[in-house]
């Protein structure tokens, strides 16, 4: 296959892919059918010979644009949907389970819209059933359309269902009870799973075992992730070239050898070898997922199999281009999996760094070249995770020279020869014992690495000047003919990246305030130029996860911590500050019940800090009777004539006696919880008259907030209204002499009226 095929071709699927992605969701569900109907009549007329490259780019659009028109209808969310559904994955964790299924059938009730174009959708279970993949069940789920929280510079849920072709998310419903229909056929990764959890290897062997050789990575648990990640060392994890490359390599060359004692004479031109070999390849790719990384070493590997025996040969870019556009077509949704990107990105690389150089030879040579190899793939491979994560691990250059040969050499041999040797008693054992310890030394070194340089997480300010400088050193020195002043001055750049300012400065004076967007809760920071402030920890949901583990990379330094009661949507991330970050002071009603030492917040306390006067409204003290809610710390924050007021959950009556701590209108209120119609009473809304009001509650929750009437009032003060569960997280600055403007991560379509 020329060059001038596979080029078009995958550059047509990406065509494809960019136009319905752009023009995706209900605003643009005729965008693509036009322009590809323009298209065909313009590309038939002018040069019909076209058309092929025009077919893959709409065959690309087409699935992509069926999988925004199976996302769960915004009429549905939240109502109960009886389904006929197929397990396909299940997690652990702590007291639910995480399933994601194959919705085989759906029926909503009669006056609602149908619910049948839905097809994949993660949900968890609260109940006692043992659900196992591969199994058939009728269930009644309560779903809503893929969302996530949205928050400056963090991970965004919503794109990461979306590329994962998840079209709804939800739980099941424990009344009615749900009912199996069909056990789990046999799978031969789940009897391969089931048969290394009964082997005596350590916990942390059988789940690296079923990662590198199964490709099923959900074993490794967060601390192993976290551990990798902050090495550069998950793509030695993830099933790729690596491994994919090693099976056909190893039953190619057993395959030959049994050739040369069947036909001795001839067996150079025996064929079933590279067939056999290229069935390894694709079985393996097969078994582990077919994961785009996969996928591609998979398509890779038959060419190169191909190349190797003698046939037509193609170029190694040919083969690039053609894997590429072969994943596209196959598996439209990976245009948006990172892994996608880093997983071509490096290849290319490494093919334009080899081009026209000569083969190593030797030890010495293979040493070199991996040396060199590593080297410089290092700083482009930075760039594009800083790019696609937001993080650098400085140790991953280092690491990598040792890993790479330790766990191609070594791990994966003795990991793929185990299951080889499995079938005969004890002597099995034998490489996966081997690889037992050959892992302890690999964990021990990432330990040591990631100690000696932790994973860093640059500013967002910095990420994109940090990444381009990356690029340049790569491309100075991976490029030929390159000046060596040029050289040595990117290198130089690089090397000053430690002194780099890493935070924006603040002046003294002004306050900048973060309403997060965390469900059905609240948490607000309060930074100055010297002072750092949370108001709140946000919720823990059922399932054990606190939105604020995603905020922020773990060693924050808080300066205090403000809880305004111990409900589990206020006070529900303590945890994750005590386990990942420092705080200085903690503070909390009288009679309230958290896992912390702190001092009480009380009527009359007040501070100053940069300038900004922060003084604490409520709770009276000495001892109350009053309820949980009515008893939440109350803030009142100054910079300058601008003042900001947190209320927590106090109610209606409490909300009367703080008017005559207030001096004047003020500028930004956070309504009191979270918009429920116990706060935000008539007499308080007019005496305060808020510029800007902030509800923080969670999207179609099941309290309505904010409700109504509580709306309306503030409408009638001419507020500026905002949500969290519409606008994502919010961003202000109090500046004296400046007006207040709030910043929505999120941007609605058609910019919704706000006064």
Known sequence: MGQGIAMPAALAALGGGLLAGWGGGSSGVWLVPVAFLMALLFVSAWRPKALIWLLIGGGVAFSIQQEWARRLPSGLSGQDLAVYAKVVDVQHHQDAKRLRLTIERCTAPAHLLPCDQVRHVRVSAYDQHAYRVGERWQMTLRLRPPAGFKNPDTFDFEQWLWREGIHATGYVRSEPTPQRLEQASPRLRQRALDFLAQLPLESRTQRWLAALTLGDSEQLTQDDWALLNATGTTHLVVISGLHVGLVASFVLLLSRYSARLLSSTNWRLRTWPWWLAGA????????AGLAPPAMRAMIMTLLGLWVLSGRHAPGPWQAWWLAFALVLMIDPLALWRPGLWLSFVAVGWLIIIWQGRARPQGVKGWCWALLRSQLLLAPLMAAAVLVAFGRVAPAAPFINLLAVPWVSSVMVPTALLGWLLSPLPFVGLLPWWVFEQALAVFHQWLVVAVASAPLWQPPAHLAYPLAGSLVLLALCWGLPSVPGWLRVGTAALVMTIPWWPREQSISAGQLQVTVYDVGQGQLIELRSANFRLLYDTGPRFRSGFMPLQSL?????????????????????????????????????????SLSVPRQRCEQGQHWQHDGITYRVLWPPGGVNELSSNDRSCVLAVYAGEHSLLITGDVGRQVERQLLTQLEGSVSVLVAGHHGSATSSGVQFVRETRPQHVVFSAGRDNAFQHPVDDVVRRFRQQQSCLWSTAQDGALTFSLIPQQSVTLQPVRNL??????C
Do not use: C, I, N
């Open 552 to 592: 922020w990379p773990p060693g924050q330094f808080f300066d205090h911590v403000m809880v305004s009661h111990a409900d589990t949507d206020h006070a529900g991330g303590v945890d994750a500050l005590l386990a990942d970050h420092q705080v200085a002071q903690w503070s909390a009603p009288a009679g309230e």
């Open 749 to 754: 379509v058609g910019g919704q009226k706000r």
């Open 280 to 287: 390894a390849a694709v079985g393996y790719a097969v078994l």
